[in-house]
């Protein structure tokens, strides 16, 4: 990734690859990573095509290239920009490798900010039933259609093994000889969203490329909609090399386990042509696969009346209350869930 010179007051040859090193040692994921990476080079090349370098740039620079990103990207987006290219000034300051952070005075001074919690594009339940009919592929299918009914992460949907699930139906049963979780035990057409699975880690004899953020162990139920999905998918899904056999694998790179990326190129894909996404376009605009946890929340929180098993269901509550809806799993969690769970076949 470059030099690796850690000495305070070295000027690296290559102060981003430095800097993002120092990400990884610091333990940020590889998502934020590139994010950071991809900001930067553009920030980079920015300078480069007016002569000026990293180390030598000043303030006036970075506002012109501030004032470059309007046009193009929402006020949120141009906010956390502007900090992703303060923090790495700061932090090159801070180990003696750059003299000052020019982009200090410019962040303090911009009229944008960093939204963290955007008013995102209102949805219907029709809308979406439209949108996602128009999917037709069975991978893409079962993959949105279980982010659309279970509201879970994608990393977490990307995690999924066979041993996560438990479709009582015998035609499945004949296929796989991976037996479910005991966990699901007397529990038919759920999954189990684990706590476990952290990026980089061995997790059911394979290392993960994302990890789950969930705070608990959560069984979600599987509707008539989502169990049909997956029974589609699982009959055309390749074989894998993996041991921990995972739930969805990709058909273009045969039967290795689908990532985040590939889950965010997919939806991008598909609301591109809906006008639900544009390149550079915020959160409060975009239709990616964190959009479909926010869709699952606001419509069965509607739905439901019942904010505590919409919270057990995301799995990001207190013991006591997933206490309270582990007990009583089957006669409220699936019937309630059932009973209000929005169609989109």
């Given amino acids: 990734m470059g030099v690796d010179d850690r000495s305070v007051g070295s000027d690296p040859a290559d102060p981003i690859a430095y800097f993002l090193q120092d990400m990884t040692f610091h333990g940020r994921s590889e998502r934020t990573r590139g994010a950071y990476e991809r900001v930067l080079r553009s920030f980079e090349a920015f300078l480069e095509e007016r002569g000026t370098a990293l180390s030598s740039t000043d303030e006036r620079a970075c506002m012109t290239w501030v004032h470059s990103l309007r046009s193009d990207h929402a006020d949120s987006t141009v906010a956390s920009y502007a900090a992703y290219v303060h923090r790495f000034y700061a932090y090159m300051t801070q180990v003696g490798a750059f003299d000052s952070n020019p982009m200090a005075l410019v962040t303090e001074e911009m009229d944008e900010s960093i939204d963290t919690d955007p008013a995102r594009r209102e949805i219907s339940i029709e809308e979406m039933r439209s949108f996602f009919g ?71 004899g394979e290392s993960r490329t994302a990890s789950n953020k969930r705070k608990r162990d959560t069984v979600v139920p599987m509707d008539a909609e989502l169990k049909r999905l997956l029974k589609t998918w699982l009959a055309i899904r390749p074989d894998v090399e993996s041991p921990a056999e995972p739930l969805f694998c990709s058909t273009s790179e045969w039967g290795r386990r689908i990532t985040p990326p590939m889950v965010r190129n997919m939806v991008a894909s598909h609301a591109s042509e809906r006008g639900w996404y544009r390149s550079g376009g915020g959160a409060e605009e975009n239709i990616t696969p964190h959009y479909f946890r926010h869709f699952f929340t606001t419509h069965l929180r509607d739905r439901t009346g019942d904010r505590g098993i919409v919270k057990y269901l995301r799995g990001d509550v207190a013991t006591d209350v997933i206490d309270t809806y582990t007990h009583s799993w089957g006669d409220r969690v699936r019937s309630v869930y059932e009973d209000s769970m929005y169609a989109m076949l």
Avoid: Q, W
């Fill in 134 to 204: 128009e999917i037709s592929h069975p991978l893409e299918r079962a993959v949105i259609g279980t982010l659309l009914k279970t509201g879970m992460r994608v990393g977490e949907c990307c995690n999924l093994d066979l041993r996560d699930i438990y479709i009582d139906d015998t035609e499945v049963g004949e296929t796989f000889s991976v037996p479910h979780r005991g966990a699901l035990d007397g529990r038919p057409d759920s999954i189990y969203v684990s706590s476990d699975p952290a990026r980089g880690e061995p997790y059911n």
